[in-house]
């Protein structure tokens, strides 16, 4: 055992020294933030609807323009996240259910048995993706234009929200936090 | 007796089937974690994306969206437009080109595959830019560039224009313009009939299979300028082998097609994703034979292809089947341009023709 711990501490050892490049800025995954951050995050992927959640930033000088695009991607976002969550859910309950009946009339639960299961349930969700399919391609489109004035505006402004420029201008989330 | 009534009710009246059907429940119910799954899972390994349940879900971690570097953008790119895949069909239409008659220009062949590549590129990109949410709910995909938003939807679409753009001008500019047409025709299949398509109809499967037997054509167009039946039967060839490709694939992933709408005959008619797949692997065998009766390959080709195409039908599993099939094509394609008749075999039979005539 002492063996063991010795040979991972000069590992360890190891790596540091090999080491080549200072430590980079890391792009690790927090619980919570000690303080702010000047730049839109984005989470782990939500365990029912599947999609990452995404928060966006609003400056301080925020233009009503800017607004109003932070405020539609908003609703795409929840109307996404509204759909494949209702969706999911139906599934998993669905499938629950079939399950139990299988059980119930004491059946194996076998990969043909499911397959039945997983054509009822794509046939009856026909109607309501179909509505969901046309609604999404439609507000696909409606936000190419209004991306790309803010792509534009991304451009001509000052406004950046990364965290490199945050890094630069001293309150990235790292900065922040050695420093206070 | 009363369980079957929602499917009763689903016969009936397909719009009010979504008040009256169990599989809607009224209230949000949390998925169980009885005894029960843990004893069943061993069954569905279709199940590729496990839900975890209230219980074990540790809450949304969330990290700064930083956008894109510039040193980063060529490795997202390269992501975006699946440069894997669309290398492998890039490799289709350089075949295309090696196997059609006729003289060889490094040059023109060179403006080909980047034109083809443009064109493909354009294809995979607008087709993520349509399918952001729906690639989330496949774990297979769950990881693209738009999923994690490493660009922004309008970056990708913009991307996607461009490229396409580039790429038929380059085929009309520099090689001609059929075959510019057919890439701006591939382009059209793939993101405004293939991707809508498979959210509404099972055939997306053949219209897709077109889509995989054109850059096969667009080299040999590039050539001759023409579509002779040999540039038809080596699209045929193409055409064919994408269902045993594809609905092997589509055999393991029925849950997740299921679970997020995508209609496939895996879910829908599992016995015809088998029949399907079955059919056109018999057909690669007389479309290979019609190569060298139609004097573009040597007769053993014949023999050659016979031989690969029986290795394709003894797979016995999908997963088999899909590897078997990735190997498969590149056999063949070589196969095809190893037998290729030289220039002096077809000038022979030329001249053969011609005595014939003058007698």
């Known amino acids: 055992?002492?063996?063991?711990?010795?040979?991972?501490?000069?590992?360890?050892?190891?790596?540091?020294?090999?080491?080549?490049?200072?430590?980079?800025?890391?792009?690790?995954?927090?619980?919570?933030?000690?303080?702010?951050?000047?730049?839109?995050?984005?989470?782990?992927?939500?365990?029912?609807?599947?999609?990452?959640?995404?928060?966006?930033?609003?400056?301080?000088?925020?233009?009503?323009?800017?607004?109003?695009?932070?405020?539609?991607?908003?609703?795409?976002?929840?109307?996404?996240?509204?759909?494949?969550?209702?969706?999911?859910?139906?599934?998993?309950?669905?499938?629950?259910?079939?399950?139990?009946?299988?059980?119930?009339?004491?059946?194996e639960v076998t990969a043909e048995a499911m397959s039945v299961f997983y054509k009822d349930f794509l046939n009856k969700a026909y109607d309501r993706q179909m509505e969901y399919n046309r609604t999404w391609w439609k507000m696909n489109v409606a936000q190419l234009y209004p991306g790309f004035k803010a792509a534009i505006r991304s451009l001509k402004s000052k406004n950046d929200n990364t965290l490199s420029s945050a890094q630069v201008k001293g309150n990235g989330f790292w900065e922040k936090s050695f420093e206070s | 007796m009363l369980r079957s009534s929602p499917r009763l009710h689903g016969l009936i009246s397909k719009r009010n089937h979504v008040l009256k059907s169990t599989y809607f429940p009224i209230t949000y119910k949390t998925p169980t974690t009885s005894t029960a799954n843990i004893i069943i899972s061993p069954y569905y390994s279709t199940q590729a994306t496990p839900t975890p349940t209230p219980t074990e879900f540790k809450g949304t971690k969330y990290k700064p969206l930083n956008g894109v570097t510039l040193p980063e953008l060529p490795k997202v790119y390269k992501e975006l437009i699946k440069a894997k895949l669309g290398g492998l069909v890039?490799?289709?239409?350089?075949?295309?080109?090696?196997?059609?008659?006729?003289?060889?220009?490094?040059?023109?062949?060179?403006?080909?595959?980047?034109?083809?590549?443009?064109?493909?590129?354009?294809?995979?990109?607008?087709?993520?830019?349509?399918?952001?949410?729906?690639?989330?709910?496949?774990?297979?995909?769950?990881?693209?560039?738009?999923?994690?938003?490493?660009?922004?939807?309008?970056?990708a679409f913009n991307f996607g224009v461009l490229t396409g753009t580039a790429g038929v001008a380059m085929l009309a500019t520099m090689v001609n313009p059929l075959t510019?047409?057919?890439?701006?025709?591939?382009?059209?299949?793939?993101?405004?009939?293939?991707?809508?398509?498979?959210?509404?109809?099972?055939?997306?499967?053949?219209?897709?299979?077109?889509?995989g037997g054109i850059p096969p054509m667009m080299g040999w167009a590039a050539v001759t300028n023409s579509?002779?039946?040999?540039?038809?039967?080596?699209?045929?060839?193409?055409?064919?082998?994408?269902?045993?490709?594809f609905n092997s694939l589509a055999w393991n992933l029925r849950a997740d097609y299921s679970k997020a709408g995508y209609r496939m005959m895996s879910v829908t008619d599992p016995k015809l994703n088998a029949r399907v797949s079955l059919r056109y692997s018999l057909a690669m065998f007389p479309l290979c034979w019609s190569l060298p009766y139609l004097d573009i390959t040597s007769w053993t080709f014949a023999a050659d292809s016979t031989i690969i195409n029986a290795a394709l039908l003894n797979d016995k599993s999908a997963k088999q089947l899909f590897f078997g099939s990735i190997m498969h094509l590149p056999i063949l394609l070589a196969l095809m341009m190893i037998h290729k008749t030289s220039k002096s075999d077809q000038e022979d039979s030329y001249e053969f023709i011609e005595v014939e005539e003058e007698v």
């Open chain 2, 227 to 245: 579509l002779d039946p040999g540039a038809w039967v080596l699209g045929a060839i193409l055409y064919a082998w994408q269902f045993p490709h």
């Open chain 2, 90 to 155: 890039a490799l289709t239409a350089m075949a295309g080109y090696a196997i059609a008659p006729g003289a060889m220009d490094v040059s023109s062949l060179l403006y080909t595959t980047v034109g083809t590549t443009l064109c493909i590129s354009s294809a995979n990109s607008i087709n993520q830019w349509i399918e952001i949410p729906y690639d989330a709910q496949m774990l297979r995909t769950r990881n693209r560039v738009l999923g994690r938003r490493a660009l922004s939807p309008f970056h």
């Open chain 1, 1 to 107: 055992m002492l063996r063991n711990s010795v040979k991972q501490f000069s590992l360890h050892n190891c790596k540091r020294t090999m080491a080549t490049s200072p430590l980079k800025k890391q792009n690790k995954w927090c619980e919570s933030l000690s303080k702010p951050v000047a730049a839109d995050m984005i989470g782990t992927p939500d365990p029912i609807s599947n999609l990452r959640p995404v928060k966006y930033y609003i400056p301080a000088n925020e233009t009503s323009e800017e607004k109003e695009w932070r405020e539609s991607c908003i609703k795409v976002d929840q109307f996404n996240e509204e759909f494949w969550h209702r969706n999911n859910t139906l599934f998993v309950n669905a499938k629950a259910e079939y399950e139990a009946q299988l059980k119930e009339k004491g059946e």
């Open chain 2, 180 to 211: 510019a047409a057919l890439g701006a025709a591939n382009i059209f299949l793939y993101t405004a009939v293939y991707t809508p398509m498979k959210r509404a109809s099972i055939a997306n499967t053949w219209a897709g299979a077109v889509v």
